[in-house]
């Protein structure tokens, strides 16, 4: 295979310290499979870039990175610094819409060795994805203030869906389910509280279950369903699920197992036109940050994520194993990091997974 | 005290079952308690109404509705029946908008003999409450769809929050948090993601904040919120939240509790212009209707909440009470319905009840 160009991105907070961690593991993984990937850091996409330029990003950052084939991403957001909406719109959204990276995918597993915080559950007991709207939806940006300062102050956002939008992110979730064991898809709503937008969102995943028909499709209003995730997590093999119930399933669901230090995420434009990006699930947590214990297993999970969509399916799997090896150790023989149970720091155990590859 | 009238809506499906074993211990207080509580029923606010009036409520219900102290409200929708929009929008939203019912109060706590599915949690470990934003927000009525039917259809739901609304609800959060010996309250946001409502409604909650100095104040996005739901319960004291973000806080902070069938909650007008309607968190679960073991707790424990606004406090600490003795028993001494592991009927656990008053 050809060259494959990668734009680094660690951002703020523990994003930089992770960042190295997962750079090393896919150097590793690069030898070990004979792959040519090239890295590029960049600076921007940080409070601290943030105060030096008065804006998150370069003017030219759309070209710039569109000429890479993929993106991988630390964390952003310094809220001391620098407001999360400007931060995180500035940077990140910007990126999602620009490079209409319109799935937002999380597997929700439960992982040798990462206790549970839901009594009785073991690995294999739950093993599921949340498909996320990345583009649209409750996340958008019409709206305003009206009669502002006063009594009769009224403050309105619109969500906004489209056809275009809804379809085709439920056309990604439906064909991910198809090819699962259980073909089993889920669809989040709240159609009996919201009452145009999910009645409507309802009615589309009904359609596309039409053209689905090997699925099983079952649906749950989002308040019961984030119950399930507690009571029944088993239940699920793929959620599809609206920008921001996307987003809550999607912290929700990694919390249940433990994991939400651990967990990776791809926001993917599957057509392919411009790049994917690959991030943590877990955010620049500035309060530990520079005291090098941070987790480093979500940038690399993320890491394996980015190696299945540039093709590598075989590096993208040995990396998993490598993680779940080390894990499976404890933390007796294993550097585990101090929000998993043990005492190592965040390059021993990037170095740890690197070598078990 | 003189005379109460409490009207009586059963609503659909199970509701009709808990319903009467609610009414049961209700009067059973009032004879212990010496209070004078008169019933009303109505059969409106149900599938059953529907299909008969081709509408959810007689066009009176306001006036009719109006003269009473407090509703007393089982559960209400049956989609099979009636899309569940039309039955919710029809009764239940009308009634919380109708009569300016705009808190929301629901606790979540960790009952004897219930037994939590989170991992090494105990009764007193987990003792908080959600109050939640109930007449505006997410739930609008603003919005439609364009160029329907076609590629470009697009569908807009309006987010709207009024300065009179939020300040109120927050104002009602604070007080009950400032009565509590934690003192401490926490405000749901999304302010990194939903950029325009959510970073006003930071700004009000600070606002508000200065007013109650010795609350202690912090703020979760409702994404993470979940996750520390699971994660850390024991963290919260009052949880502050949008319609929306409060209606899932309300099913997850039950469901870590294991006791998503016997929670209850209360529709609440502070002003006590109009009357505040009080019922189970459950829903009228039409899958196990008409058998008789539907868990009757959720009901019962609304009925408290209702007595304790009518000012009964005693009686109304003393059925919570009852009800903790009889789950403290166990389903060998005390005949606990099958949801929560015993062999009991829907009456025969709310008679259990009333004979422990
Ligand atoms: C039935 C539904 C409209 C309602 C809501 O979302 O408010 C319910 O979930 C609740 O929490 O009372
Ligand atoms: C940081 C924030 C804007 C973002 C989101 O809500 O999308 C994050 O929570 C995520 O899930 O990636």
């Known amino acids: 295979t050809g060259r494959q160009r990668i734009a680094v991105i660690a951002g703020d907070g523990i994003g930089t310290e992770v960042m190295p961690e997962g750079v090393r593991v896919l150097r590793a993984a690069a030898d070990v499979f004979g792959l040519s990937l090239e890295f590029t850091e960049f600076d921007f996409a940080s409070a601290e870039y943030y105060e030096r330029h008065g804006d998150m990003l370069p003017e030219d950052w759309f070209e710039t990175l569109s000429a890479f084939d993929a993106i991988y991403f630390g964390a952003v957001g310094w809220p001391d610094r620098v407001p999360d909406h400007i931060s995180l719109w500035g940077s990140l959204l910007k990126f999602r819409r620009g490079f209409d990276q319109y799935v937002n995918l999380r597997p929700c597993r439960l992982m040798p060795g990462i206790p549970s915080p839901l009594a009785g559950r073991e690995p294999g007991d739950i093993d599921f994805y949340v498909v996320r709207e990345n583009t649209e939806g409750e996340y ?16 309105l956002q619109e969500t906004v869906m489209s056809r275009t939008g809804v379809d085709r992110i439920l056309d990604f979730a439906f064909e991910l389910a198809d090819r699962r064991p259980a073909r089993h898809l889920t669809s989040a709503t709240k159609s009996n509280g919201i009452s145009i937008t999910m009645p409507w969102w309802d009615s589309r995943v009904r359609e596309a279950g039409r053209r689905f028909p090997e699925v099983r499709l079952d649906q749950y209003h989002i308040d019961i369903l984030t119950a399930n995730f507690v009571l029944h997590p088993d239940r699920f093999d793929v959620v599809v699920a609206s920008n921001l119930f996307g987003d809550i399933l999607s912290d929700l669901g990694p919390a249940c197992t433990g994991t939400i230090g651990v967990a990776p995420s791809a926001n993917i434009n599957p057509s392919r036109e411009f790049p994917s990006l690959f991030e943590p699930v877990h955010g620049s947590a500035p309060d530990i940050a520079g005291r090098g214990i941070a987790n480093p297993i979500g940038q690399i999970w993320s ?24 894990l499976a150790k404890g933390a007796r023989r294993s550097p585990l990091t101090p929000d998993i149970g043990g005492t190592g720091t965040t390059a021993e155990l990037g170095a740890a997974i690197a070598e078990e590859l």
Request: charged letters at 20%; hydrophobic letters at 50%; a negative charge.
């Open 303 to 326: 890491g394996a994520m980015m190696l299945e969509h540039l093709g590598h399916e075989d590096a993208a799997a040995a990396v998993v194993s490598a993680i779940e090896a080390v």
């Open 140 to 155: 958008s940006s019409v709206g305003g203030i009206m009669f502002e300062g006063t009594d009769r102050e009224v403050v």
